[in-house]
């Protein structure tokens, strides 16, 4: 009796044994800076995101902590794969990733059991998919909408690049190509795609997801129409990353066309042809992706001179609310979006107009009355609203930083529209606006510091949406102070940022060229001004354009008041 009740006793004592542990982080695994504090680390990658919030300096990870991390996430698909495909055979519903609760969809998106049909978790075929899945998660999707973040967007993408093969494929090439963009140093190019490995195994996927995407079952159409803009949106972004300009303006150019023909009302009409689940999530994504989309149509006009977005070309009658604020942040930005727009396609009209050679047309004053009219409204409800919101947009980081982004964009906007007028006097007239210059590149400094915050590091980072850099170099190339300018360049050169077609290094180096022309020789040279009194109008560049190659910007110019187009090549 005695010998079995120890042996009873011992069993008991050693249950424990016999239980799956469940799998947790360990200290191997995390920042050096964690490991030495003896905490959890979050592994976020490049930086963990705890010693940001304590105010630390995260010094990185060992060699071999990404491998490590990509390992335990194709672990956990593959655990999700397995439960999913035992799980699917009785029940009909969407199994979520291991990463977000089953609830999730239907919280964000209204979405109901048998939505967009019965997905499951694709499985990682291969550690190099993993690590690119890996990748697209937490650098990817943390950047393609840095300057107005979107969770249950982020969320969205990463449901769909795991359930759907061709948005997958679109997805792990985008991350290869982005991977490659980082692996270069801070001085790095756009170069083309049959360059290197890493590369052509992007344009592999990048190929696979058309081929999917064309035979694709047909079915319920709004089914496709979404996935197909999706697929369209990330495509976009590949394009832009990879220097394929062209491609780029037109898939995006394709995915407007598409979401144009999609009926407005079925999202919002409730009547009860709508009441199909299935239909209902896909409209919810077609929601989602179209406004993604044309966000980006309505930014190309920045760095194109012929492009007309599709939101602005029908009317310019005013859009802003008619109470006293804005009742949101995101609705002011959607509509100052379409007031730069406007004024962008107006400065671009008349450069456009110089570099051909062709007279300008005379000055509308009606329509610069009525810009100049919405930019005010929109700053009255704009401060109107952060007064009523009690601070809480300055207290909270991101909104902090779009609330800093807004105010240089409307600033800018303000600039170009007052400052537009007939003859070569209109150089000048923007001496007038120093004030309203240095006002920007403060503002700039802010955002781009909230920039380097939230990127970890002096990492390269791409985003396909227009942000500083585009301001910045107008601020370079037009404001004739010496002191603004060389501020614009150390901003433009402390990190190098893509967004869409704009890169900071090479919009720094069209800045060089510039004070070197109108200012008479490069610093070195002593060529420096002390004033903007210095540069006469003759000597003061009118219109610049340029187009960028892998190793060099071809760049084209035209003197203020004076005949004739010239051409240079900068070697980068």
């Not at 990509?70 to 029940?91: F, L, Q, V, W």
């Not at 300057?147 to 679109?170: G, I």
């Not at 064309?214 to 976009?236: I, K, M, P, R």
């Not at 977005?309 to 979006?337: M, N, V, W």
Request: with cysteine; hydrophobic share 35%.
């Amino acid at each position: 009796m005695g010998e079995s009740k120890n042996e009873s006793s011992k069993s008991a004592s050693q249950a424990w044994r016999k239980k799956p542990r469940k799998f947790a982080p360990k200290s191997r695994l995390g920042c050096k800076t964690c490991k030495i504090r003896r905490v959890k680390c979050d592994l976020s990658w490049p930086s963990c995101q705890k010693c940001q919030s304590t105010g630390r300096t995260c010094d990185g990870y060992n060699e071999n902590a990404l491998s490590l991390i990509t390992e335990i996430d194709t672990n956990h698909h593959k655990e999700a794969t397995n439960r999913a495909e035992s799980y699917g055979r009785y029940n009909h519903c969407i199994t979520i990733s291991t990463h977000q609760p089953e609830t999730w969809y239907e919280k964000h998106h209204g979405l109901v059991s048998g939505n967009l049909d019965p997905f499951m978790i694709l499985p990682v075929a291969g550690q190099a998919q993993g690590e690119a899945m890996c990748f697209f998660e937490y650098i990817s999707i943390k950047h393609l909408n840095e300057h107005r973040p979107c969770e249950s967007w982020r969320k969205t993408l990463m449901f769909f690049s795991q359930t759907v093969p061709s948005v997958r494929h679109a997805a792990i090439a985008l991350s290869l190509v982005y991977r490659n963009y980082l692996s270069r140093d801070s001085m790095h190019q756009p170069q083309p795609l049959d360059d290197g490995l890493p590369d052509n195994a992007a344009m592999l996927h990048y190929n696979r997801a058309i081929h999917l995407l064309l035979n694709q079952e047909s079915g319920d159409n709004t089914e496709t129409t979404a996935v197909t803009l999706l697929v369209c949106y990330l495509f976009t972004c590949y394009d832009h990353l990879a220097g394929n300009y062209v491609q780029a303006m037109k898939h995006l150019r394709g995915g407007v066309e598409l979401s144009r023909n999609i009926d407005e009302a079925t999202f919002s009409n409730n009547q009860s042809t709508y009441d199909d689940a299935q239909s209902l999530g896909s409209r919810a994504l077609i929601h989602q992706v179209t406004k993604q989309i044309r966000r980006l149509d309505t930014q190309a006009v920045t760095f194109l001179i012929d492009w007309t977005p599709r939101d602005i070309q029908e009317t310019l009658r005013s859009q802003l609310p008619l109470g006293g604020a804005f009742p949101s942040l995101d609705q002011a930005a959607d509509h100052l979006q379409i007031l730069v727009a406007r004024v962008m396609r107006l400065h671009n009209t008349e450069q456009q107009m110089s570099l051909t050679d062709e007279t300008p047309p005379p000055p509308t004053p009606s329509l610069k009355d009525i810009l100049l009219g919405q930019l005010e409204i929109w700053s009255s409800l704009f401060e109107t609203m952060l007064q009523e919101s009690g601070g809480s947009y300055v207290a909270d980081f991101e909104t902090y930083r779009l609330v800093s982004l807004l105010r240089l964009q409307h600033t800018i906007a303000w600039i170009l529209v007052s400052s537009y007028g007939p003859g070569p006097g209109r150089e000048m007239e923007y001496d007038n606006y120093l004030p309203q210059f240095q006002q920007c590149v403060a503002l700039a400094g802010d955002v781009a510091a909230a920039h380097e915050q939230y990127s970890g590091s002096l990492q390269p980072t791409f985003t396909p949406e227009v942000g500083i850099v585009p301001v910045l170099y107008i601020i370079g190339v037009k404001c004739r102070h010496p002191v603004v300018r060389r501020q614009v360049l150390s901003i433009l050169r402390r990190q190098s940022i893509r967004e869409a077609i704009w890169d900071s290094i090479s919009a720094a180096r069209v800045v060089e060229r510039v004070i070197q022309i109108e200012e008479g020789g490069s610093e070195e040279e002593g060529g420096m001004t002390r004033s903007m009194e210095q540069i006469v109008v003759w000597q003061r560049i009118e219109t610049m354009s340029w187009v960028q190659s892998a190793v060099r910007l071809d760049i084209s110019y035209t003197f203020c008041g004076l005949e004739g187009t010239h051409i240079e090549s900068l070697m980068i």
